[in-house]
């Protein structure tokens, strides 16, 4: 008998991967069942009908019966399965699996209550908190498709999205709050409802706020009127075939209108297991702090899903780091002896911000490893938090992924081998993902340490299979975009890898800057920035120029104690070119209060390249802070009157 390459090496896993993917992710899948169990054998590994494609077809499951009820069969019924701490509310409420699942299955009776089935899409408008964890878990249980959307998100995000999934029913909740101030969430809602061309047949409100909101008769419910639909339903499981939808996730936004993603029960659970385990080097007995919202392919994954896969405690936190505190996430870790955490860069970015002070108030000894992804964590801000923040007693690593990808793609594999950490680098791809530099016109393969656009050649379990309702727009978006490259998978990221195999990711492909036939990406130059004492955020767009093509026009955020002048702007200018050469051209940069972002953090840098033409600044619904565009307008007119 041959000797199963499938070991705990990187190196021997990877290659496994690449040389038989099939029979990688079937040992993959034959070694979760101990967490992952199938009702039926899956009849055939991997199908792909070119561009979509099936993982383990022909077995079913649930995800849900796989987070809840296999856990409790295995003993762990009485264990927190999930800690819900409100910095908005103060308050805090922890369930355990066993309660975890008398609530999932009566949301899930009650769902059926209202006529929800199989395959019927229903979008869950609600702010981080067991509630609307257990409203995913629900519409999993029953075979539903679930669309959760973001509660900060504005009415055209609302109509955007059911006109994308026409859902049947919505759960909502009536107001929440963010760093204090309410949000609105029944009025944003019923605005979009009002916008869109779909319609929704059943809205089932949560009311948190003081005063009943407006409801609309014949479609609106109070959640005791929608628990009491639950009456005489059964709350069991669906037996689901390994393809069939578990969710369709809108991506955020940052460069275009948000694009339908969608995620089936098998391959999903399969990769965001294994990704936990290789990546991530989860136990059963952690403690997991994830800091996205379940708004996000993040919260999704390692907020919600995941953790229950493993068996794991994890924490979900409504508010914002800062709130009504400055140390609100450090006390979140040291209360509850947090072991692993997930942050975004723009979160660390905030934490350093305030300063180390607030982390200093507290023993945060408990942590064993900090993850950060959702854009590049710049080199200052990961030298912040393992050498400040944490004191090189722990690894903080970057890693890669993207909606489309339901986990990581890019990681150090802390979980097999730590390798050695670069700051700045997504450092290695993980089994399975098979990477390409390629040049974005021809299709060439590139060179270590060539930049181009980042391809990977194979699917992967993890990986959407298409847009909902739209599988032309998948097939032209992802698998057919560059010349030269057809059938390998578009990342759409500006990259480069190193001789040891490190990729390095500089922006989006179609945000690459351009200066004298020099390519530059807009992360290099933000990196680059970040690194003077004085900023705290930056971000950088590309403009015309009649010499060089184009030049840097730069934003930056400062740190406290620091103050805009005409000196410290040509400081940092000359700070940029001591670090990156006189290759770097800018137009100018301007000091602004805040940047825009997307709800989940990441810089709208289009925003950035449209204010400065005068364009059409194309879909906001995504956008934090409508009031960082005239920002940024404001800025752009200075910068012009220089």
Request: glycine share 8%.
């Given at each position: 008998?041959?000797?199963?390459?499938?070991?705990?090496?990187?190196?021997?896993?990877?290659?496994?991967?690449?040389?038989?993917?099939?029979?990688?992710?079937?040992?993959?899948?034959?070694?979760?069942?101990?967490?992952?169990?199938?009702?039926?054998?899956?009849?055939?590994?991997?199908?792909?009908?070119?561009?979509?494609?099936?993982?383990?077809?022909?077995?079913?499951?649930?995800?849900?019966?796989?987070?809840?009820?296999?856990?409790?069969?295995?003993?762990?019924?009485?264990?927190?399965?999930?800690?819900?701490?409100?910095?908005?509310?103060?308050?805090?409420?922890?369930?355990?699996?066993?309660?975890?699942?008398?609530?999932?299955?009566?949301?899930?009776?009650?769902?059926?209550?209202?006529?929800?089935?199989?395959?019927?899409?229903?979008?869950?408008?609600?702010?981080?908190?067991?509630?609307?964890?257990?409203?995913?878990?629900?519409?999993?249980?029953?075979?539903?498709?679930?669309?959760?959307?973001?509660?900060?998100?504005?009415?055209?995000?609302?109509?955007?999205?059911?006109?994308?999934?026409?859902?049947?029913?919505?759960?909502?909740?009536?107001?929440?709050?963010?760093?204090?101030?309410?949000?609105?969430?029944?009025?944003?809602?019923?605005?979009?409802?009002?916008?869109?061309?779909?319609?929704?047949?059943?809205?089932?409100?949560?009311?948190?706020?003081?005063?009943?909101?407006?409801?609309?008769?014949?479609?609106?419910?109070?959640?005791?009127?929608?628990?009491?639909?639950?009456?005489?339903?059964?709350?069991?499981?669906?037996?689901?075939?390994?393809?069939?939808?578990?969710?369709?996730?809108?991506?955020?936004?940052?460069?275009?209108?948000?694009?339908?993603?969608?995620?089936?029960?098998?391959?999903?659970?399969?990769?965001?297991?294994?990704?936990?385990?290789?990546?991530?080097?989860?136990?059963?007995?952690?403690?997991?702090?994830?800091?996205?919202?379940?708004g996000w392919i993040v919260g999704h994954s390692y907020n919600?899903?995941?953790?229950?896969?493993?068996?794991?405690?994890?924490?979900?936190?409504?508010?914002?780091?800062?709130?009504?505190?400055?140390?609100?996430?450090?006390?979140?870790?040291?209360?509850?002896?947090?072991?692993?955490?997930?942050?975004?860069?723009?979160?660390?970015?905030?934490?350093?911000?305030?300063?180390?002070?607030?982390?200093?108030?507290?023993?945060?000894?408990?942590?064993?490893?900090?993850?950060?992804?959702?854009?590049?964590l710049n080199p200052p801000v990961w030298e912040w938090l393992?050498?400040?923040?944490?004191?090189?007693?722990?690894?903080?690593?970057?890693?890669?992924?993207?909606?489309?990808?339901?986990?990581?793609?890019?990681?150090?594999?802390?979980?097999?081998?730590?390798?050695?950490?670069?700051?700045?680098?997504?450092?290695?791809?993980?089994?399975?993902?098979?990477?390409?530099?390629?040049?974005?016109?021809?299709?060439?393969?590139?060179?270590?340490?060539?930049?181009?656009?980042?391809?990977?050649?194979?699917?992967?379990?993890?990986?959407?299979?298409?847009?909902?309702?739209?599988?032309?727009?998948?097939?032209?978006?992802?698998?057919?975009?560059?010349?030269?490259?057809?059938?390998?998978?578009?990342?759409?990221?500006?990259?480069?890898?190193?001789?040891?195999?490190?990729?390095?990711?500089?922006?989006?492909?179609?945000?690459?800057?351009?200066?004298?036939?020099?390519?530059?990406?807009?992360?290099?130059?933000?990196?680059?920035?970040?690194?003077?004492?004085?900023?705290?955020?930056?971000?950088?767009?590309?403009?015309?120029?009649?010499?060089?093509?184009?030049?840097?026009?730069?934003?930056?955020?400062?740190?406290?104690?620091?103050?805009?002048?005409?000196?410290?702007?040509?400081?940092?200018?000359?700070?940029?070119?001591?670090?990156?050469?006189?290759?770097?051209?800018?137009?100018?940069?301007?000091?602004?209060?805040?940047?825009?972002?997307?709800?989940?953090?990441?810089?709208?840098?289009?925003?950035?390249?449209?204010?400065?033409?005068?364009?059409?600044?194309?879909?906001?619904?995504?956008?934090?802070?409508?009031?960082?565009?005239?920002?940024?307008?404001?800025?752009?007119?200075?910068?012009?009157?220089?």
């Amino acid at each position: 008998m041959t000797e199963s390459l499938f070991t705990r090496d990187y190196a021997r896993m990877w290659e496994y991967a690449k040389k038989d993917p099939v029979g990688f992710w079937t040992e993959a899948a034959q070694n979760a069942m101990a967490d992952i169990h199938w009702f039926k054998p899956w009849e055939k590994t991997f199908e792909w009908d070119y561009p979509t494609f099936s993982w383990f077809k022909g077995g079913t499951t649930n995800i849900c019966y796989n987070c809840l009820d296999h856990k409790i069969i295995k003993g762990r019924g009485d264990k927190p399965a999930f800690i819900e701490v409100s910095g908005e509310r103060g308050e805090t409420r922890t369930v355990t699996y066993s309660e975890l699942l008398e609530l999932v299955k009566q949301y899930a009776a009650s769902l059926r209550g209202l006529g929800v089935g199989r395959g019927d899409r229903v979008m869950i408008y609600m702010p981080m908190s067991i509630d609307s964890a257990a409203a995913m878990l629900a519409c999993a249980r029953i075979g539903a498709i679930h669309v959760a959307v973001f509660a900060g998100f504005s009415s055209g995000a609302i109509a955007d999205r059911l006109d994308l999934t026409t859902p049947k029913a919505a759960l909502i909740q009536d107001q929440g709050s963010r760093a204090g101030k309410p949000v609105y969430l029944k009025q944003m809602f019923d605005k979009g409802v009002q916008s869109a061309e779909k319609n929704v047949e059943s809205v089932a409100v949560l009311i948190r706020g003081q005063d009943k909101p407006d409801m609309v008769q014949g479609r609106d419910l109070t959640w005791q009127e929608f628990l009491k639909k639950g009456e005489g339903q059964s709350g069991d499981y669906e037996e689901m075939e390994s393809n069939e939808p578990l969710f369709i996730l809108p991506t955020s936004g940052t460069t275009k209108k948000p694009k339908p993603t969608q995620q089936c029960h098998g391959g999903y659970q399969i990769y965001i297991y294994c990704m936990a385990d290789w990546v991530f080097g989860r136990r059963a007995d952690d403690v997991w702090f994830c800091t996205s919202d379940i708004g996000w392919i993040v919260g999704h994954s390692y907020n919600v899903y995941e953790p229950l896969l493993s068996g794991c405690t994890s924490i979900l936190y409504e508010g914002t780091p800062n709130y009504p505190n400055r140390d609100m996430w450090w006390d979140v870790i040291e209360t509850h002896k947090v072991t692993g955490c997930f942050f975004s860069p723009t979160a660390a970015r905030a934490l350093m911000m305030l300063g180390v002070e607030e982390a200093r108030k507290h023993d945060i000894s408990s942590v064993e490893r900090i993850f950060c992804a959702g854009e590049v964590l710049n080199p200052p801000v990961w030298e912040w938090l393992q050498k400040e923040a944490f004191q090189d007693r722990i690894p903080v690593m970057d890693h890669m992924w993207q909606t489309e990808s339901s986990g990581p793609m890019f990681a150090n594999p802390y979980g097999l081998e730590q390798k050695p950490i670069k700051p700045g680098s997504a450092c290695v791809p993980m089994p399975g993902i098979v990477p390409d530099v390629v040049d974005e016109v021809t299709g060439r393969s590139l060179l270590p340490e060539e930049k181009g656009t980042m391809v990977v050649r194979k699917p992967w379990p993890g990986q959407t299979p298409t847009l909902y309702g739209d599988l032309t727009h998948y097939k032209n978006e992802y698998w057919e975009k560059t010349m030269g490259s057809a059938g390998a998978y578009y990342c759409g990221d500006a990259a480069s890898m190193d001789t040891d195999g490190y990729v390095w990711f500089t922006g989006r492909s179609d945000e690459v800057i351009k200066i004298s036939d020099h390519r530059i990406g807009t992360i290099e130059v933000e990196n680059a920035l970040v690194q003077h004492p004085a900023v705290g955020e930056a971000a950088v767009a590309g403009v015309p120029d009649e010499l060089k093509g184009q030049v840097c026009l730069g934003f930056v955020v400062l740190r406290s104690g620091y103050d805009p002048s005409p000196e410290l702007e040509k400081e940092i200018l000359q700070h940029v070119r001591d670090t990156m050469g006189p290759v770097v051209v800018f137009r100018g940069i301007e000091f602004v209060n805040m940047l825009p972002k997307t709800r989940s953090g990441k810089i709208m840098r289009r925003v950035l390249n449209k204010a400065y033409s005068g364009e059409d600044l194309g879909d906001l619904s995504t956008i934090e802070d409508e009031s960082s565009v005239e920002e940024i307008k404001s800025a752009v007119q200075r910068i012009e009157n220089k």
